[in-house]
């Protein structure tokens, strides 16, 4: 059974920087068949589910563009470690914030699709003030 953690939320002003964690047990990294994709997606309140930052096991990385410049995703395998490094925050990155992950093979990179991942953490805040 997989198991995704995060941890590292917290409250922050405007500007400052956080980085997430998201411990994964459970999970086969080692597939010659498939990849192992990793995503950091966010929601806020009344808001939809938006994919902020992806990695494959090949270390490609997409973001989304609201982020791009600012947000760094990054994998470690020997750990099986997820992180999200933000900077520059601003009041509109509050949001409950997950870790994905997923085995599969997908063209084109890793996907910022939520219904692209199966394993999902609880999520962690972050919330930016002004």
């Known amino acids: 059974q997989v198991h995704l953690v995060e941890s590292g939320g917290g409250s922050v002003q405007a500007g400052g920087s956080l980085r997430l964690s998201c411990v994964a047990s459970g999970l086969n990294t080692s597939s010659l068949q498939s990849k192992t994709y990793w995503g950091w997606f966010r929601q806020a309140p009344g808001k939809e589910r938006e994919g902020v930052a992806a990695?494959?096991?090949?270390?490609?990385?997409a973001y989304a563009d609201s982020v791009k410049g600012r947000f760094t995703i990054s994998q470690d395998d020997t750990s099986n470690t997820l992180y999200l490094h933000m900077n520059s925050l601003k009041p509109e990155d509050t949001a409950m914030y997950y870790c994905?992950?997923?085995?599969?093979?997908?063209?084109?990179?890793?996907?910022?699709?939520?219904?692209?991942?199966?394993?999902w953490g609880r999520g962690t805040q972050v919330t930016v003030s002004s």
């Open positions: 994905a992950a997923e085995n599969a093979y997908y063209v084109g990179g890793p996907p910022l699709d939520d219904y692209e991942y199966n394993y």
């Open positions: 990695i494959d096991s090949d270390g490609t990385t």
